[in-house]
């Protein structure tokens, strides 16, 4: 149980930020599937909940070169350097209030665990943790639209993305129910943001099931890289690039884009490392 | 100050006036004093503590009315006729009133007046009644009952729930004033000292069960939402 | 009217212009309060915090006093450990300061937290990972001791003192404090370090993280290396303090003096570590993460953050006052001395306002944007609160208990 | 006995040694920290049994199908319905806020009735007895005429009984808010003289040739076109987008050509010249090019030169040539052309219509694989003929007062006394989505008797006199044909997945109600009880499997024949409607922005939707403008500054964000904000850029052409 054994599964996200249109379904069904409040003003996005969030990314070039590109961004689910499951949030949290599933590879958030230090916050690089700075509040009626399958959180505490950790937890009772034990089929557990992408730019799936698409398309190397040993599951396609890869995150969120100018924007590189990155990545893998 | 002045300036103080009889006397009243009140708020407040504190933790409610699990039990054999899981594994807990009507009918069945309360004051109005449910965990809580009724080594009802299904009368329904809990969550013993494993509902029992059935706690999201 | 209260042979301000003083500080306490509860009652919306400042000014606060406060176990140390008997005049006062310290310490985290109620998970519900849940025990514990550490000085007040059993516990205490003192140093050097490791142990930004030896990142030693330099810096400060106020030199020059070499000997070396772990972060660390160090004092909207911000904290409040500390001149003449020892206690804030808030300022995703903070009246009335707090304890202190073995011998009363 | 200090010391020492023995402190301790975790502040759901419903969504004109998840007849979630012929399992952010909009705090609870400057509620009975209190003495007064309807659209069983009522009670006045649908419908009646409309292969065409039309904006049916947009890498299918300003279609198009808004037709009729000046178009279809061909053919290539085209639109001259080769040449499958400005739901030209469908036909794709197909109107709606009385001969023989909505407000307010008595709008809200919404909002003060059928306290409903409360989409039953430009034509049923929740109606059943108050022909037009038994028998063809299936799909291919094709509207160079104003004094163009996260129709933004929205499209509650650092600069006007904007209609403070992806000299003003309702989430949040346009009207068409304004902009 405690190391990533052949029986455990590693959902994982791809995410084809050239079919991404910013349209926001993805925000409104994380939302609504998770009970997440609205605020009257959420327009300060330091403190606006949106377990899922779009970012709009550009080239900063002068009209008419100007390019954008939006990247959706849930909690990466980091499995942590060398891949051991010590994601930077879960290896502060002082209370077990989250932890790393070595079944599921899912960074747990438990709100009544929570005492709000907001360690973990400090931590994740991604901005993926929010804290409930004010009571959740609904206008008259309005929360009885609220899903019993996510418990709502209390003030104080900390929530994100739980890869709607929900909707396995439900298919593994109808799996149950079937007389089997584990979840196979790709569509029995898909999370909703994945399911409501108009453009189909979300794949998710289990990242160590080989029938998997997204294994398919991410071709995740197993092994640790060479240069850096802190990093295990880099993809082996050369259009696909996770967030701030070098630090060792080993996040579970993928992102696939044919624009140079793209992929160079998921991580930090000094002058001339990108290109030989990206060389590197053509051509031995290209 | 260090050690050493101390003794110094108290030996000081000694030799002058005060012999050591009169500070032992003017010691014995005061201590004296103070170990009866000492003895007398002890008493007081841990006799309160462990007798009266759980009286006034704990509101005690009845049912709408009595229920018979026995009787039930025998007519419809087994529990699942009335707690089963449903379609897609979920679990439907509590029966409705519908599938309550599909034997019961606003003329009662037998002679009980639980029954004839519950024809009247809910058959012929067709209002769900309002169970106080003695397991109810709390709404962070994600109980798979399909995975413990069908998984791999299937539990019966009674290791969590006792034996509820042979009883009777339904006892009163507590609820702990501040958390608004079940007594049974917490475990009638106010320490929580359980002696069978039915006694105490709470996440540690379940970690105990798990790490001894399948050889770890399970991770937080194995059973929170 | 007070006059039984106080120790004997020693001259204090009349009780009613006392009064007036505690009744000002107090008045602060009370603002302070206010704001605690504003804190607990509507929640943490009232601060200036957000989800990209998820630590800022009370974490700060917190650091900073903490790292003040270890005046008291690196003197505590010297004295009982390493027997350097002169620091007896001194180590009452710091183990009263420390207490402050660590109790503000304390205060302001049951007010940070979003959930007050449940602050005993961390204990409780411990994950041992997390450098957070060592700073807790450590800090609980150490609070513990310096408690300990400061009744017996309590129990030495005139009246207390009558009653033979106080009296006779406060001498076995005494005797036994040694252990205590080792004991709180052992413990100061864990919390101290971990405090340093929670900023050193975020390999996910850039600019705290840290390599190190073992579980502990470098920041681990260096703050408690920095705590142990600087907290006599405090402890000197406030002791210059209370004698300004009080209009009387209370502890003698050898022992100050004393107390500034070792504390100068301690901030050079610091400083020298501080700087070569800012070399090696800045030419290895950083850009193997594919940052150079000038991304981190420079780039659109950085604020505050600039290289200033570096150079005053290691040169102007760490390399100076190490230098005016060790050599002879300067250290003995009260005017650098003082100079020195208030740069030292500035520094130490800043590098860990540094560790704490810049972290969260520098954006790590390309992406992003820098973010600053602006605190809100309910955080800084709170962060006072334990201030104005210490103030009324140290006078209290001051007033009833012998704190100084020296003030008598140094102030004689003449009475008239 | 004396009790002194130590008495007391023994008392708290005790007392404390006591209390902590007992189980007190333990679990107190526990349980405080298990009340934070039940706490009366956060809600708790109640559990029950899932259910799904599918329905159809009725926000927009996409007509999506949708899967309610349910909690014992609570619904939780709306997801996208998986295999629905339009949307297949995908859903946008608005459709998902439909369980917000049922419990939205601006809704109207009641029927409401105007007295003074305040409503109050009244019964159903009473509000249909007023109405027709107020109707007939109308029809007495022998003006029938005078009564006028603005609909959303005028598809669907709810929409065509409006519009039977209005018959029977003897007016042609009835309006549909300008939508893509109605403009597609004109251009084919223009190109073709059928009655037809227009619908696009986009998931089979080669390359797409937009003229600004946003494909993932909001054009069209949303998510039937992400799909399709989606699906271009995979089919080696290309977009090529013609806008002034980078919108989220251009990023995502494989080519970005920036063209002078306003100059889409001048560029389309350019190519069209240079495809007959090389003779590149298609022969098969040619034949069935009507007379005036030549006429126009000639008439294109000595107006419409490669060089004066780029004079006119600012695109090079190589870059047009280019096109037209691409366009026609393009090797995967058929090229098709589209337009319509983003959402296309304001301003309209049948000219710029026109004039990119004449290349449709120039390279032959109509009716064919990937091309655009010419679709009979789906009339699977066989009302009876209306019943009509002298009272409604008279009326129907005046005149319609304009052929669009805008046309219609700009008529009456210009006659001094009213040529409308009263007014219904249903699924509508001109006086926030209308061009120079404040003058209409003037006019419809105006109007003698208002009557709003509208969900929610909007604009417009503020200034009925009437208020009949109508559903949201989950609530409500109804039939929803696909459109805009769907090839696939599917008729949805929306049905109620939840019990109303307040005394709402159907607005369908609401008119049966109103017609069967009167006597007579009226209440004759209107034999059935309600809108479901009125659909059973007007559409009864599908109305078995509709009811049971939800969904039936009338047609998925193209037609086998060939429509005939008439230039004559193109041949004779109709004017392009030229913004009011003078540019010397406004300098810049306001152009509107559709933004997919902002819902631009009948109905506001949700909360969900607003929290989706950039902090630098609202702040707090200030609106911006897009302006490029170029233009910016020269003004002096910084990022994130306050700017005030003013245009002929009007002038709004708003804060300017720089975007590079703006053509200098233009700004851009998102749609759809400014709210004025009783709802803090949406609230005066930004300004309606709708304030600050001036309709032009089309010459011909008699359209509001519009695509913006002139405009000036200073420091605030």
Request: proline letters at 5%; glycine letters at 8%; one cysteine or more.
């Amino acid at each position: 149980m405690k190391q990533n054994n052949k029986q455990a599964h590693k959902f994982g996200m791809v995410i084809d930020l050239d079919k991404c249109t910013g349209c926001g379904s993805c925000m409104v069904a994380c939302m609504s599937e998770n009970n997440v409040p609205v605020k009257e003003d959420e327009s300060d996005k330091k403190d606006s909940i949106t377990w899922m969030r779009v970012y709009k990314l550009n080239n900063n070039k002068p009209f008419p070169e100007t390019e954008i590109c939006y990247l959706p961004r849930p909690c990466q689910h980091c499995s942590g350097k060398g891949d051991h499951g010590h994601s930077p949030c879960v290896s502060v949290c002082p209370a077990t209030a989250t932890d790393y599933d070595y079944s599921t590879g899912i960074v747990s958030q438990i709100y009544t665990r929570c005492f709000g230090c907001r360690y973990c916050m400090g931590a994740c690089p991604y901005h993926a943790r929010y804290f409930n700075w004010w009571d959740p509040k609904w206008p008259d009626g309005m929360e009885s639209y609220l899903s019993p399958n996510v418990s709502p959180r209390m003030r104080g505490v900390v929530e994100k993305c739980s890869f709607c950790f929900h909707r396995y937890q439900l298919a593994k009772e109808q799996v149950y129910y079937d007389g089997e034990e584990r979840i196979e089929d790709e569509a029995a557990y898909q999370t909703a943001c994945t399911q409501a992408c108009p453009a189909g730019a979300i794949v998710f799936g289990d990242l160590n099931n080989p029938d998997h698409q997204v294994t398919q398309i991410v071709k995740p190397n197993p092994h640790p890289e060479h240069d850096n040993h802190d990093v295990v599951g880099k993809s082996r396609n050369p259009k696909v690039f996770r967030l701030l890869e070098r630090l060792g995150t080993n996040t579970k969120i993928y992102y696939m884009s044919e624009r140079k100018w793209v992929r160079k924007l998921g991580d930090n590189y000094l002058d001339g490392e990108w290109e030989k990155a990206d060389n590197h990545h053509g051509s031995s893998h290209g | 100050m260090n050690e050493i002045e101390k003794t110094e300036d108290c030996c000081g103080h000694g030799g002058e006036g005060c012999s050591d009889m009169e500070k032992k006397a003017r010691d014995d009243k005061g201590l004296g004093m103070g170990v009866i009140f000492f003895i007398v708020a002890f008493a007081v407040c841990f006799l309160s503590g462990w007798l009266v504190f759980p009286k006034l933790l704990y509101s005690s409610k009845e049912q709408p009315f009595n229920f018979d699990h026995a009787l039930h039990v025998s007519e419809m054999d087994g529990c699942d006729s009335c707690h089963y899981l449903r379609e897609d594994g979920t679990y439907n807990g509590i029966p409705t009133l519908e599938s309550c009507m599909e034997c019961h009918d606003v003329e009662p069945l037998g002679e009980t007046e639980d029954e004839a309360i519950f024809c009247e004051k809910y058959v012929a109005t067709e209002t769900e009644v309002p169970w106080l449910v003695y397991s109810r965990q709390p709404d962070c809580v994600f109980f798979s009952h399909a995975a413990h009724l069908n998984g791999k080594n299937p539990m019966d009802c009674v290791s969590c729930h006792g034996h509820i299904g042979e009883s009777e009368k339904c006892k009163p329904y507590e609820e702990n004033r501040i958390t608004g809990y079940s007594r049974d969550i917490w475990g009638k013993n106010i320490w929580g000292i359980k002696k069978n494993p039915w006694d105490r509902m709470k996440m540690d029992d379940c970690a105990e069960c798990h790490l001894e059935e399948t050889g770890h706690q399970g991770a937080c999201f194995q059973c929170h939402k | 009217m007070d006059s039984a209260l106080i120790p004997e042979g020693v001259k204090r301000c009349s009780f009613p212009k006392f009064f007036i003083g505690i009744a000002i500080v107090g008045a602060v306490v009370l603002w302070g309060v206010y704001g605690m509860l504003v804190c607990w009652l509507k929640g943490l919306n009232v601060t200036g915090m957000d989800d990209y400042y998820g630590f800022a000014l009370w974490i700060w606060a917190d650091l900073a006093v903490i790292a003040l406060g270890g005046g008291a176990f690196f003197t505590g140390l010297l004295k009982y450990i390493f027997k350097v008997d002169e620091l007896k005049n001194i180590i009452n006062f710091v183990v009263i300061l420390g207490f402050v310290c660590y109790a503000s310490a304390l205060l302001i985290l049951a007010i940070d937290i979003g959930q007050p109620l449940r602050g005993w998970f961390i204990f409780w519900h411990a994950n041992v990972h997390s450098m957070l849940t060592e700073v807790a025990f450590c800090l609980s514990c150490y609070f513990a001791v310096l408690t300990i550490e400061f009744i017996p000085n309590i129990l030495e007040n005139r009246q207390l003192d009558k009653v033979p059993f106080f009296h006779n516990l406060s001498h076995n205490m005494h005797g036994v404090m040694a252990i205590f003192a080792a004991t709180g140093a052992f413990l100061s050097f864990f919390h101290q370090g971990s405090l340093g490791g929670v900023a050193g142990v975020l390999y996910g930004r850039p600019f705290a993280y840290r390599e190190g030896l073992l579980v502990w990142p470098w920041t681990f030693f260096l703050f408690t290396w920095s705590a142990a330099a600087f907290g006599p810096c405090f402890s000197m400060v406030v002791l210059r303090i209370t004698e300004a106020v009080t209009k009387k030199k209370l502890v003698k020059d050898n022992v100050i003096h004393l107390l500034a070499k070792i504390s100068g000997w301690m901030i050079t070396t610091y400083i020298i570590a501080k700087i070569i772990d800012t070399i090696y972060w800045a030419t290895v660390t950083a850009p193997s993460m594919g940052l150079k160090m000038s991304f981190f004092f420079t780039g659109e909207g950085n604020g505050p953050y600039n290289y200033l911000i570096l150079i005053t904290e290691i040169f102007l409040c760490g390399v100076v006052p190490g230098l005016l500390l060790i050599v002879k001149s300067t250290r003995e003449n009260p005017t650098t001395r003082l100079i020195a020892i208030i740069l030292g206690a500035i520094g130490v804030s800043l590098n860990r306002w540094v560790m704490v808030l810049q972290v969260m300022a520098v954006p790590v995703m390309p992406f992003d944007k820098w973010a600053l903070y602006m605190p809100t009246w309910p955080e800084i009335a709170t962060t006072i609160l334990p201030v104005a707090g210490g103030i009324i304890v140290i006078s209290l202190a001051y007033r009833y208990l012998p704190v100084f073995p020296q003030e008598k011998e140094l102030n004689e009363v003449t009475v008239e | 006995m004396k009790v002194d200090r130590r008495s007391f010391l023994g008392l708290g020492l005790g007392a404390a040694a006591g209390v902590a023995l007992s189980p007190v402190g333990a679990k107190l301790t526990d349980d405080s920290s298990i009340w934070t975790q039940t706490w009366f502040l956060t809600p708790v759901p109640e559990d029950g049994e899932i259910t799904f419903e599918p329905s159809v969504c009725s926000l927009c004109p996409g007509k999506c199908g949708i899967n309610v998840r349910k909690i014992t007849n609570r619904p939780v979630k709306v997801d996208g319905l998986e295999g629905y012929p339009v949307n297949d399992g995908g859903i946008c952010l608005h459709g998902i806020s439909a369980i917000q909009y049922l419990y939205d705090p601006s809704r109207v609870k009641t029927p409401m009735k105007r007295n003074g400057d305040t409503f109050e509620s009244i019964s159903w009975e009473t509000a249909i007895s007023e109405i027709k209190q107020k109707l007939g003495d109308i029809r007495k007064s022998g003006s029938a005429s005078k009564l006028a309807c603005v609909s959303g659209d005028d598809k669907g069983s709810v929409a065509q009984l409006f519009q039977r009522f209005l018959s029977a009670f003897g007016s042609n006045n009835f309006y549909t808010m300008p939508n893509l649908e109605s403009a597609l419908a004109l251009t084919a009646q223009t190109m073709h003289g059928e009655d037809a409309t227009i619908a696009y292969d986009l998931e089979n065409a080669g390359m797409i040739l937009s003229f600004g039309a946003g494909l993932i904006e909001g054009w069209g049916s949303p998510v039937s076109c992400f799909k399709a947009n989606a699906s271009k890498k995979d089919r080696g299918s290309k977009l090529y987008q013609i806008e002034a300003r980078l919108s989220n279609t251009a990023a995502n198009a494989d080519k970005w050509i920036p063209v002078k808004p306003g100059t889409e037709a001048d560029l389309a009729l350019g190519i069209c010249a240079v495809i007959l000046k090389e003779k590149m178009f298609n022969a098969e279809y040619a034949q069935y090019f009507g007379g005036n061909f030549n006429k126009f053919a000639a008439m294109v290539q000595n107006k419409y030169s490669v060089a004066n085209v780029s004079q006119t639109t600012g695109v090079p001259e190589a870059e047009i040539a280019k096109l037209a080769n691409l366009f026609v040449k393009f090797n995967k499958s058929k090229s098709v052309a589209i337009c319509g400005r983003g959402k296309a739901n304001d301003a309209v030209s049948l000219k710029e219509f026109a004039a990119v469908h004449a290349l449709n036909c120039l390279v032959g794709n109509i009716n064919q694989k990937g091309g655009a197909w010419i679709l009979p109107q789906n009339e699977y709606l066989q009302f009876p003929d209306v019943v009509t009385d002298d009272a409604a001969d008279k009326g129907l023989s005046a005149k319609q007062i304009s052929t669009s909505a805008t046309g219609f407000f700009s008529k009456i307010k210009a006659t001094s006394k009213p040529d409308i008595e009263a007014l219904f709008v249903v699924n509508a809200n001109p006086c926030h989505n209308l061009h120079d919404a404040k003058y209409i909002t003037d006019v419809v003060k105006q109007v003698p008797f208002v009557v709003s059928f509208s969900s929610f306290m909007d604009e417009t409903a503020k200034q009925a006199d009437l208020i009949l409360p109508s559903h949201t989409c989950l609530e409500m039953m109804q039939d929803l044909p696909s459109g805009s430009g769907v090839t696939r034509q599917v008729v949805g049923l929306s049905k109620p997945v939840v019990d109303p929740v307040f005394d709402t109606k159907n607005p369908g059943d609401a008119i049966i109600e109103l017609a069967k108050s009167f006597e007579g022909s009226i209440a004759e037009s209107f034999p059935w009880d309600d809108l479901e038994g009125c659909l059973s028998e007007v559409a009864s063809d599908i109305w078995d499997t509709l009811s049971e299936d939800g969904h039936v799909v009338v047609s998925d291919k193209a037609p086998g024949s060939l429509p005939s094709v008439d230039f004559s509207f193109l041949a004779e160079n109709p004017a392009t409607a030229a913004l009011a104003g003078d540019n010397n004094e406004y300098p810049l163009i306001l152009i509107p922005i559709d933004n997919m996260r902002v819902a631009p129709g009948a109905q506001a933004s949700s909360a969900f939707a607003v929290k989706t929205v950039a902090d630098t499209v609202i702040k707090g509650k200030d609106g911006f403008i897009e302006i490029n650092p170029a233009t910016a600069k020269n003004m002096g006007i910084k990022d994130g500054s306050e700017v005030k904007v003013t245009t002929p209609s009007g002038s709004v403070v708003v804060r300017a964000t720089y975007f590079h992806g703006i053509m200098p000299g233009y700004i851009g003003m998102v749609q759809g904000l400014g709210h004025d309702m009783n709802n803090m989430y949406v609230a005066d949040k930004g300004v309606n850029v709708n304030e600050l346009i001036t309709p032009v009207f089309e010459t011909g068409s008699g359209l509001d052409a519009a695509f913006g304004s002139v405009a000036k902009i200073s420091k605030a």
